[in-house]
């Protein structure tokens, strides 16, 4: 059984960049080019998520939601929930 191996750079603790493989497209220009061609916003999940409410346990709101602040886990969530319903 063959199997290719790929070098890795790490960046932190949890994430780090996969080698680079020769003629592919990365995920964001499939991304780019599928949305595109429907007329679907790049930013989709950025523009749902940007200034929803925060509510504490009473309904309150509290602030809103800073799409830049968010860790890369509830980015990638946002993404595919959006991806998900669309």
Not at 39 to 53: C, F, M, P, S, T
């Amino acid at each position: 059984m063959d199997y290719l191996r790929y070098s890795v750079m790490p960046l932190s603790n949890n994430s780090g960049v996969i080698g680079w493989v020769n003629h592919c497209d990365t995920l964001q220009k499939l991304i780019k080019d599928y949305r595109t061609s429907r007329h679907v916003a790049i930013d989709l999940e950025k523009r749902l998520i940007w200034g929803k409410a925060i509510t504490d346990e009473h309904g309150n709101t509290v602030g809103r939601v800073d799409f830049e602040k968010l860790s890369t886990l509830q980015k990638v969530s946002a993404g595919v929930n959006g991806w998900m319903s669309g």
